[in-house]
C-alpha cells in the first residue's frame, strides 16, 4: 500500500476500535491489567516490544507508529513516573485514540506526537530505547527509519522492535497484506549495520501462511564518552578523517607511513563497511576513527581483516579509542568476520594495552620490519579471533 492509503486504513481501523470492536489477539502480553479496552482492541502488532526492550525505571522510550499506544501505555507504566514513554504516528485518528487512552490510564508521562517514522519529531540524542510492533515492514524507506532511530538514540541506546521478516528473497508479488514490504533477514540486518547499529540479533518466532515470520529484532548504538557519538564513516568526514590521521602519523609511533594518502586511496584500501569515526555532538569535529581493510582477495579469507584505529593526539586517554574499538569489534562480529588483526610498534605501549584489553593477543614479532625515519624498527603482529563464531574455513 501506498503511504497515504496505510495511514486511511489504519485511521479506519482506530474508528472502528474506539466504536468497540477489537482488531487483533493481544496474546504476547502478560500486563494488560488496568490498561484502557480501547487500547487493547486497538492492538494491531506482531510480539510485545516493550519485553523486547528489557525497559528500565527513568528511561525515555519511543514507539515508532505507536497506533492505539497500548505500547506506550505498557512502556510509560514500566520506565515509571521519572521517564517517559513518546509515541510517533502518522494517523490523526489513532493519535485521537491514543490520547485519550492516556487520558483514561493517568499516564502523565506518555506523550503521543504527530509524524512520520522515516522522519522522526525529535531532537538527536534524546531517547535511550526506540521500540516498535509490526510497523517498520510498512515502510517503504526502511533505510530512512533506521537512520531516523539511530539519530535519535542516545549512546549505548537500545533497539527492540517485533517486525515481520522473510526467510529468503521474495518479490513484493508473492507477499500480501501488512507482510508485502516485510524484508529478507539478511536484508534486515544490512540495512542496521548500514545505519550504523551493532550487536544484531533477529530471532524469528511466529512463522506466517505467505512465507514470513513474526520476528524480534535487537540492536544497540555504540556506547561512546560524554560529548561524543560513534557512527558510520561518511565521505563528507574526508577531511577531518584525513586530517586525525595525519596527526597519528605525525606522532611517530602509528605507522611506517609518514603522510596520510588521498582520500580516494584511503577508501578504495577499505572496505565498504565496518568503518566509524568519533564525533563531539557540540562541534560535530571527528575526534577519531577506525576503519579495516582485507587481507587477502582468496575467499578462504573473507573473514579476515586487517584494521587501523586513529585517536587526534589531543583526544587520547578520554575513552575514545576504547569506545571506537568496542563498537568495530561488534561490527565485525554482526558481519561474519573471524579474525582481526594488526601491526602495533612495541612503543605504541597506550595502543597496545587498548587492544589487549578487548581480546586481542600479541602473537609474534618482525624483528626489524622495516626503516622509519632513519631507524630500523620491529612490529608486533596482533589478533583477535572471535569468541562467537568458529571459521567457516580456517586459514592454511
Not at 558481519?335 to 600479541?362: C, D, K
Amino acid at each position: 500500500m501506498a503511504h497515504d492509503e496505510i495511514i486511511d486504513h489504519y485511521s479506519a481501523l482506530a474508528r472502528a476500535a474506539d466504536a468497540g470492536r477489537t482488531l487483533t489477539g493481544t496474546a504476547g502480553y502478560d500486563d494488560l491489567e488496568g490498561l484502557p479496552q480501547a487500547a487493547v482492541r486497538a492492538a494491531l502488532g506482531c510480539g510485545n516490544p516493550v519485553a523486547v526492550a528489557e525497559l528500565r525505571a527513568g528511561e525515555t522510550v519511543l514507539d515508532l507508529g505507536s497506533g492505539g499506544g497500548l505500547d506506550v501505555l505498557l512502556s510509560a507504566r514500566r520506565v515509571g513516573p521519572e521517564g517517559k514513554a513518546y509515541g510517533v504516528d502518522a494517523s490523526a485518528d489513532m493519535l485521537a485514540l491514543a490520547r485519550r487512552n492516556a487520558q483514561q490510564a493517568g499516564a502523565h508521562n506518555a506523550e503521543f506526537l504527530p509524524g512520520t517514522i522515516e522522519r522522526l519529531p525529535l531532537q538527536d540524542r534524546s531517547v535511550d530505547v526506540v521500540i516498535s510492533n509490526c510497523v517498520i515492514n510498512l515502510s517503504s524507506d526502511k533505510a530512512a527509519v533506521l537512520a531516523e532511530a539511530f539519530r535519535v538514540l542516545r549512546p549505548g541506546g537500545r533497539f527492540g522492535v517485533s517486525d515481520v521478516v522473510t526467510a529468503h528473497t521474495t518479490t513484493t508479488e508473492q507477499r500480501t497484506g501488512c507482510a508485502a514490504g516485510a524484508l529478507p533477514v539478511g536484508e534486515y540486518r544490512e540495512l542496521l549495520a548500514a545505519a550504523g547499529f551493532t550487536g544484531v540479533r533477529i530471532t524469528p518466532t511466529t512463522g506466517h501462511d505467505d512465507g514470513t515470520h513474526s520476528a524480534i529484532v535487537q540492536a544497540a548504538k555504540p556506547a561512546a564518552p560524554p560529548h561524543v557519538e560513534l557512527r558510520p564513516m561518511r565521505a563528507a568526514d574526508a577531511g577531518q578523517v584525513l586530517a586525525v590521521y595525519q596527526a597519528g602519523l605525525d606522532s611517530g609511533h602509528a605507522s611506517f607511513e609518514t603522510t596520510a594518502p588521498s582520500w580516494e586511496d584511503f577508501t578504495a584500501a577499505r572496505l565498504p563497511g565496518l568503518r566509524y569515526v568519533a564525533c563531539d555532538t557540540r562541534t560535530g569535529q571527528v575526534l577519531g576513527w577506525v576503519a579495516a581493510s582485507p587481507v587477502s582477495s582468496r575467499c578462504v579469507y573473507a573473514g579476515v581483516v586487517e584494521h587501523s584505529i586513529y585517536v587526534h593526539p589531543r583526544h587520547q586517554a578520554q575513552g575514545i579509542g576504547r569506545a571506537l574499538l568496542t563498537a568495530f569489534v561488534a561490527a565485525s562480529e554482526d558481519a561474519g568476520i573471524w579474525t582481526v588483526q594488526s601491526g602495533v610498534f612495541p612503543e605504541n605501549t597506550a595502543s597496545l594495552a587498548l587492544h589487549q584489553a578487548l581480546g586481542f593477543r600479541v602473537v609474534g614479532t618482525r624483528e626489524r620490519i622495516g626503516c622509519h625515519h632513519g631507524l630500523w624498527r620491529d612490529v608486533l603482529l596482533i589478533e583477535r579471533r572471535s569468541t562467537f563464531r568458529k571459521p567457516h574455513r580456517e586459514a592454511p
